[in-house]
Nanobody
């Protein structure tokens, strides 16, 4: 009911910047919040940043001050601006959307994009 497509990943040197995009389609009116997660090889998936329907944001301590999450409701798109990138930022980044419960009885649900690779060589 919600489809997410990420883009913008790539290879960038330490100290550089990337801007990730996540375009949502489907039942976008029902999205409660959107966020970015990342997963490095051998590591658990972790929350990077999220933004709620009212614009409130949450960041992981490791990216606070370097990354900024934003949204464009008209385009149904969420962005992650990543500055001052570090080798430890290397991971597959996944877009996440939480859809609220619907009046017809459909429960709250999570949706995930395919992921986009971000590589920062050491």
């Amino acid at each position: 009911q919600v489809q997410l497509v990420e883009s913008g990943g790539g290879l960038v040197q330490a100290g550089g910047s990337l801007r990730l995009s996540c375009a949502a389609s489907g039942s976008v009116f029902s999205i409660k919040l959107m966020g970015w997660y990342r997963q490095a090889p051998g590591k658990q998936r972790e929350l990077v940043a999220q933004i709620t329907s009212d614009g409130s944001t949450v960041y992981a301590n490791s990216v606070k001050g370097r990354f900024t999450i934003s949204r464009d409701n008209a385009k149904n798109t969420v962005y992650l601006q990543m500055n001052s990138l570090l080798p430890e930022d290397t991971a597959v980044y996944y877009c996440n959307a939480v859809r609220r419960a619907l009046p017809g009885g459909s429960p709250q649900s999570d949706y995930w994009g395919q992921g986009t690779q971000v590589t920062v060589p050491s």
